[in-house]
Structure formats: structure tokens, C-alpha cells
């Protein structure tokens, strides 16, 4: 009866419903480095927990983060892992569905969001547990930048010698159009564009269309001309740079194969033409009809080698 009438109170309040509890929150000093120039209109960020299914503890967003600047977030004392992404201030309704870290490595970036000028930024890290925790967090560009850096035209004892030749137009084909920033290891792009041929309707969703495509230089002889064109896609394997010639009144094209692209990567290339080119933009060149020299720059070294088509 006694045990009976101690557990009244018990009962009677578990008819309302009891606070959630919520584990303590401690501030995260965080500062932001990014490799470009431009300043991103905001970034979102997500804390993570690193155990289990890897549940969202914490978000908020950044709005004109400032280089080298601290700013503070809040997640609880645990251990956490922490995910930047570029952001559109004010729009963070459309994270709504994250649940979890694999929730957001489904989360993708798009060739037609990107800008040469501003390139949408990613960077994540980890946070040992405690009650201040200071970080320094890396933001870096998914983008893959390819520059023409020079090209010349060399038809020495071959019957064409004489003829008038120019480029006409540039583009890169089986290039990476989206890519999800979160993929670990060596992934591959989850869309492509211009698959063999210029898809001009598909470059017109681009906000920057000329970051598959541009104008050629014109007229080309047998000495260097250096035109300082950048194109950019998403990271992967199977990439072509094509240009567009006119020799006389025939239009050739020289499909290049570029080495496999890697993010927040610049591959400088200096060509030569030594026949006319292909049929078609994904109709392969006779051998020896171009000399490519390559090299990356400038985040990481590495010497030039030449191939020969």
C-alpha cells in the first residue's frame, strides 16, 4: 500500500510531457581560409557527431565570412566533425532534409551554380572534445581549372603548308558537371556535358557558359601564340580540350585527352599542331599530328612531359 501511494506523483506527472533533453553547447572558434581571391556570399555550416550513424547536432550559416576572420558556431562538448559548404545567404530551408552526415555526402555541386571569378568552396575537419575548441578550416575550390596557356601551328613538309589555318573555337568535352564535394577517394563526376560534340543547349543553363567554351584565338603560324584561356569543370578521368580550326575553307577539330583531373588543381598546356586535325570533335587525330606539353600549376609541382597524338 506505501509503495502504492509513493508512486501517485509519478503517475499523475507523467501526463505531461517531459523537456527533451539537450546535451550542453559549447562555442567553436573557427577560422576560414580559402584559396581564391573572391569571398563567398556565405557558408553553412554542419556539426556532426563521429559515432554511429553520424547525426546532425548543429547548423548555422555565415553570411560574407571575411578571410582569416573568426567566426563561432555552437555544437555540444563531444567530439564532431565539422562540414563547410558554399551557401546562398538567407536560403537554408533546403538543408532541411539533413539528418545525417550521409545525408549531406548525397549533397552535390553544379557546373551551373559555379563562377570562374567566386567557384563554390568545401572543406570538413574534426573537433576533439571539450568545452573550447578552436579550429583552422580549409576551403577549397571542387573546380578543376585547364589553361591554354600557348599554342602554335607547325605544317613544315606537308603538301598544306601554305594554308591559311585559325582557331576557330575551344571546348572540353566529357567534362564534369556535377560532383558531390563529399565523395571520398579518387570519384567520378555524377553528370557529364558535351559528351563527344558541343552541346550548345546544355551550355545555356550555365551561368558562365564559357567555362566549357570560348572563342579560338585566330590565325596561327608557326610561332607561339599565347592566349591565356581558362576552362573548368569537375574532377575525373576522360576529359578532352577540343579545337576548332579552319584550314582554308575545311573545318578539322583536335580532340586532346587531358590527364585525369583533380579538384583545386590548375593544368597549364602548351600545344603544337603538326597535321590537320580530325573529321570530328571525338574522331581521334592521326599520330603525330599534336604535341602537347603539360604541367600543374600552381598548387602543386610537377615537371612537364610531353605526348605526342
Known sequence: MLAAILQLPAFFSSCSTPAPYTPAKAPVHTTLHWTKTSIPEAVDLFFFETRGSQLLDAYQQIVQPEQEKPVYGMCALGARRLVALSGTAGETACWRDIRTYGDLQKHVFSLADESAR???????TFLEEGASRQCFLALNPLLCAIRFHSVSCDFSGRPYAGLRFSLQKLFL???GSEFRP???????????????????????????PALLCQPGCGELGPG???PDQTFYCYPGSGTHLVLEARADTLTCYYPIPLPRLTANQCLELDITLHRLGSAGPDIPTVSGAVSLQARWIPWEKREPYTVTF
Open 173 to 175: 568535352t566529357y567534362a
Open 118 to 124: 567566386s567557384p563554390l568552396l568545401w572543406g570538413e
Open 224 to 226: 607561339k601564340t599565347y
Open 182 to 208: 563529399l565523395e571520398k577517394g579518387d570519384g567520378e563526376p555524377v553528370s557529364w556535358l558535351n559528351p563527344g560534340y558541343l552541346d550548345s543547349t546544355a551550355l545555356q543553363r550555365l551561368k558562365e
